[in-house]
């Protein structure tokens, strides 16, 4: 997976960030954290109605996710599923329309 991140030019992305994600799926959240969370949600708000509403975009950091998570998603395809030709043609299928997601992160890592 890793290898895979590198090759698509994120070298930033080591093992402990592939497992670190997967990781945090998988956890349930206790009460106290959960309680946390809504707390956190309504000052955000609050704040919210006060303030100009952020601009959503396309950050690398959100770009960089939805390459790791995407190739995660494939290469899991591609170790379960008994038919390699159907497994092949998504992962084509995944990877052309994800490319131009990989093409904005580009951009954008060479500016910064």
Do not use: W
């Amino acid at each position: 997976m890793v290898n895979l991140c590198h090759r698509a030019g994120f070298d930033e992305v080591d093992d402990n960030d592939v497992q670190d994600l997967l990781e945090s799926h998988a956890e349930s959240l206790s009460n106290d954290e959960l309680i946390e969370l809504d707390n956190t949600s309504q000052e955000a708000e609050k704040e919210g109605d006060e303030e100009e509403e952020p601009v959503c975009g396309l950050d690398i950091k959100t770009l960089q996710n939805v390459s790791v998570v995407s190739k995660k998603a494939l290469e899991t395809l591609k170790e379960r599923d008994l038919n390699p030709a159907r497994s092949s043609k998504m992962a084509h299928d995944i990877e052309k329309s994800v490319k131009i997601y990989q093409e904005i992160y580009d951009e954008k890592n060479k500016k910064n």
